[in-house]
């Protein structure tokens, strides 16, 4: 089990950008697949993006390629997910989760994940 600890977050305006970043009080990430989710009301959890352990390919949602990057800090104690270009479909609640399975295709959280305590993002006209 992790503690994960989310910063960032709020509310932009389309074409701004956001950074949230999740920290694992006491460990380091380094050895785990970190993933970002998000959800809004009546609708299932979606994966955003993820960044393996020890390198490899991110996996990113279509929704979100090019506007969106995932990256640990120097330390391996943090993940970000830096978002661009916000539009009013990204608004949602974002969680960061560990350990998932993340390939360049796929991601998933299972029982084993711990969550942040999540974040809202909202994007208005």
């Known amino acids: 089990q992790f503690h994960l600890v989310q910063s960032g977050g709020g509310l932009v305006q389309p074409g701004e950008s956001l950074t949230l970043s999740c920290e694992a009080s006491?460990?380091?990430?380094?050895?785990?697949?970190v993933g970002w989710f998000r959800q809004v009301p009546g609708k299932e959890r979606e994966g955003v993006a993820c960044?393996?352990?020890?390198?490899?390919?991110?996996y990113y949602h279509d929704s979100v390629k090019g506007r969106f990057t995932i990256s640990r800090d120097k330390a391996l104690k943090t993940v970000s997910l830096q978002m661009n270009d916000l539009k009013p479909e990204d608004t949602a609640v974002y969680y960061c989760?560990?350990?998932?399975?993340?390939?360049?295709?796929?991601?998933?959280?299972?029982?084993?994940?711990?969550w942040g305590q999540g974040t809202q993002v909202t994007v208005f006209l």
């Open positions: 006491g460990y380091t990430l380094q050895r785990h697949n």
């Open positions: 960044i393996p352990n020890y390198g490899g390919t991110s």
């Open positions: 989760a560990v350990p998932i399975r993340c390939n360049d295709d796929s991601m998933q959280a299972d029982g084993l994940s711990s």
